[in-house]
C-alpha cells in the first residue's frame, strides 16, 4: 500500500505537505504522504585535451563517456573517439579553440568518410558536435553534427 501511495504521489505531483484519501474496502482512511525529494541525473562532462598524436592520452574519450569538453592549443590538435557500440552518442563541448576529431582506428569511418592516417573532421570553436554512433567495430561509423552557439543545428561537415 505504501508503494502505491508514493506511485501516486508521484504521478499526481503531490507534495510532503498535501494528504492522500484512499478508499479501502468501503471506508475512507487519511494518509499523510511521505516526504519525497526530488532526484535528477547530471552528467559532468570529461575534460580533455586536444593532441597532436593518438597516443596522447588526454586526447582519447574514454569509452562510455557521455560528453567531453575540449581544451585545445590550436586548431589542428585532435580528441579521438572512443570503438564505437551501436546506439554511443557522446557530446564533444569545444568553448574555446577549435580542434578536430578522429576515430580510434583509421578504417572507420565520420559522416560517410573513412578517416585515414590524414583525415579528421574540424570542430569551430563555440560548438557543441554530437556523435551518434551507428556501426560497430574495425569499419565503424559515427554520425557527428553540430550545434552552434546560437543554438541551430548544422551537419557535422565531412573529415578532409
Do not use: H
Not at 501516486?8 to 479501502?24: E, H, K, N, P, Q
Amino acid at each position: 500500500m505504501k508503494k502505491l501511495l508514493i506511485l501516486l504521489m508521484i504521478c499526481a505531483g503531490l507534495f510532503a505537505s498535501d494528504t492522500f484519501r484512499v478508499i479501502r474496502s468501503g471506508t475512507l482512511v487519511k494518509t499523510e504522504l511521505p516526504q519525497i525529494t526530488s532526484t535528477y541525473l547530471a552528467y559532468t562532462p570529461e575534460a580533455i585535451t586536444a593532441g597532436t598524436s593518438v597516443l596522447s592520452p588526454n586526447a582519447l574519450i574514454s569509452a562510455g563517456t557521455i560528453s567531453v569538453i575540449v581544451t585545445s592549443a590550436g586548431a589542428n590538435n585532435f580528441v579521438v573517439l572512443p570503438s564505437p557500440i551501436v546506439g554511443q552518442k557522446i557530446d564533444i563541448i569545444v568553448p574555446s579553440t577549435g580542434c578536430e576529431i578522429r576515430p580510434l582506428l583509421q578504417t572507420q569511418f565520420i559522416n560517410a568518410t573513412e578517416c585515414t592516417a590524414s583525415k579528421e573532421l574540424a570542430v569551430p570553436a563555440g560548438s557543441i558536435m554530437r556523435a551518434n554512433a551507428v556501426v560497430a567495430g574495425t569499419a565503424g561509423k559515427w554520425i557527428i553534427s553540430q550545434l552552434d552557439d546560437d543554438g541551430t543545428t548544422d551537419a557535422g561537415g565531412t573529415p578532409d
